[in-house]
């Protein structure tokens, strides 16, 4: 139980930190953004390395509205592989800027918000997304099924660099 609220600690100190510090990265979020189309199970294709989802694979993210228009967010996945110890952790999010729905916050501990930033997003179909905060730390690739298509991932790798990532850096997640 203690190891498990540490790990809550550090987890919202690590989104609260990303939160405050400035960078040259261009964070644009998308125009157009429906939050009820983007709802739903979201699989982690890839994304930067950082201590809470070290080693997970099989990770997903299940977004649903709550009465008091907040978002409930459950991230979920397997540790070191899928015969590992399965792990969910559930959060909340809210809209950071009323004028600007793609910016969001989301905490998984007390008050402890970091910045998710819908950077790009299948307009059609809502298929796939580009997740990044306000730092160079945190990057995420999301897809609505356990693959995404070749042209896709190229097309979000291309869009990540142009906005100034690393895109050398991003762990590619294993799924089922």
């Given amino acids: 139980m203690k190891r498990n609220v540490l790990t809550l600690i550090l987890v919202a100190l690590g989104f609260s930190s ?7 990265l261009d964070l644009t979020t998308v125009k157009e953004f429906d939050i009820n189309r983007y709802l739903g199970k979201w699989y982690e294709i ?6 809470f989802e070290r080693g997970m694979v099989g990770t997903t993210a299940m977004y649903s509205l709550k009465e008091d228009g907040t978002i409930k967010v459950v991230n979920s996945g397997y540790k070191n592989s899928f015969e590992g110890k399965y ?3 559930i959060g909340k999010a809210k809209f950071a800027d009323k004028n600007n729905p793609a910016k969001l916050k989301v905490s998984f501990f007390l008050w402890f918000y970091g910045a998710y930033n819908i950077l790009e997003l299948d307009k059609e179909n809502y298929s796939y997304a580009l997740i990044g ?4 730390k945190y990057l995420w690739i999301l897809s609505r ?3 995404l298509k070749d042209e896709d991932k190229e097309f979000l790798l291309k869009r990540a660099q142009e906005r100034g990532y690393d895109t050398s850096k991003i762990i590619w997640v294993e799924q089922k």
């Avoid at 890839?46 to 201590?51: A, I, L, V």
């Avoid at 905060?133 to 160079?136: F, G, P, T, V, Y």
């Fill in 87 to 89: 792990k969910e952790v």
């Fill in 145 to 147: 099924t356990p693959k």
């Fill in 46 to 51: 890839g994304r930067y390395d950082h201590s």
């Fill in 18 to 24: 990303c939160a405050q510090k400035e960078t040259n």
């Fill in 133 to 136: 905060s306000n730092s160079d």
